[in-house]
């Protein structure tokens, strides 16, 4: 009979752990702590990141012209910084498109890492300002929307896998 | 679900004021059972302790919203499990999860001995299956939970969970089995 396994389970008890000696002084200690805004539904902290993040990118290529920028290296280089934001923000949607519970980490942290390389990106602008053309920054921020592009390639297919783990699997093989 | 003690009634009224020592009593009526829920899904102590105390600090803050329809250990619980639900996927980011056939016939469940069985040992049975399978039954032999509650929890169909509870306990019952007849063998 199949209720055998319910009542072994429902007649006896499971709770064999403990926790290390402290802790009721280590949650003392969590109780004083000034509360942490970090509970303030990080997904409408995460969709105003992503906000800001295209955002980002239309004043960056915009507004920024009183620095100077990529773009105004030279025209070709103008070609090259508005493929890849272009492209950037096209994926940036694909990604959003995306978003429910099970990807929601995965998301976040990609976006966290674009952040990143938004803020290195700024430094190269900056730098490129005071050193005038130099082809060390250039290439530095070309490999820097590069490598944007590639988080974002990762984690679409990722994603994929996530959606349609099989399919992925079955490529494979063939 | 039955009703609260009036001294913990009593706790949560003066927990709603932020009473500092309220709240610490609380804790200790409390933390080792959470304790233990979380522990048993994140297999780990450190773990379990972060996310048993974080999910008394976020009761404490959202205790305006506890009506008492439910006991409050069962309340607390509830936060307790999705917390670390949430964690364990954190933790599981990259893991591919395996796909088990389990071979169809039917397990005798009168050839396992259920007074014989010591419960840590279990215990440790189950949570030695995958992961999957382990979550589902953690949650409906231990916790209590029923199908339709489990599936609001892991947001899966009824259907799914009645399928995967059931190949879950299948697989138990198949370790539970070998196990036993191990032990048994040894014995002679």
């Known amino acids: 009979m199949e209720n055998k396994l319910e009542d072994f389970f429902s007649e006896n008890k499971f709770d064999f752990q403990e926790p290390k000696s402290g802790h009721l002084e280590r949650f003392e200690g969590k109780l004083n702590q000034p509360k942490k805004n970090s509970k303030t539904s990080w997904k409408w902290l995460s969709a105003a990141a992503s906000v800001v993040l295209v955002l980002g990118f239309w004043l960056g290529s915009n507004h920024q012209k009183k620095q100077m920028d990529l773009a105004d290296v030279s025209p070709k280089m103008e070609e090259v910084q508005n493929y890849f934001v272009s492209t950037i923000h096209q994926e940036l949607k694909n990604l959003e498109k995306n978003r429910n519970l099970e990807t929601e980490i995965i998301i976040e942290e990609a976006l966290e890492r674009l952040e990143e390389l938004e803020d290195n990106y700024k430094t190269f602008v900056k730098e490129l300002n005071i050193e005038g053309n130099s082809r060390q920054i250039i290439s530095e921020m070309i490999q820097n929307y590069q490598q944007r592009l590639e988080i974002l390639e990762n984690v679409l297919i990722q994603l994929e896998q996530i959606k349609n783990p099989n399919l992925i699997k079955d490529e494979i093989y063939l | ?188």
């Open chain 2, 1 to 188: 679900m039955e009703t609260n003690q009036p001294h913990i009634t009593n706790l949560i009224e003066r927990c709603k004021k932020f009473d500092k020592n309220a709240q610490l009593l609380l804790y200790k009526a409390y933390y080792s059972a959470m304790y233990n829920t979380a522990h048993r899904i994140l297999k780990d102590s450190f773990e379990a302790e972060d996310i048993m105390q974080e999910a008394f600090l976020t009761a404490f803050t959202k205790l305006a919203s506890y009506k008492g329809e439910v006991a409050f250990g069962a309340w607390l619980k509830r936060i307790v499990i999705n917390k670390s639900l949430t964690q364990l996927k954190k933790n599981n980011r990259y893991e591919e999860v395996k796909m088990e056939v389990i071979p169809n016939d039917t397990i005798d469940d009168e050839a396992i001995d259920y007074k014989d069985l010591n419960p840590k040992k279990v215990l440790n049975t189950l949570q030695n299956l995958k992961e999957n399978y382990r979550v589902v039954l953690t949650l409906n032999l231990i916790e209590g939970y029923d199908y339709e509650e489990i599936a609001q929890i892991l947001k899966y169909t009824n259907e799914n969970v009645r399928t995967t509870i059931s190949r879950a306990k299948k697989k138990l019952k198949q370790v539970l089995l070998a196990e036993n007849t191990q032990i048994q063998a040894y014995g002679k």
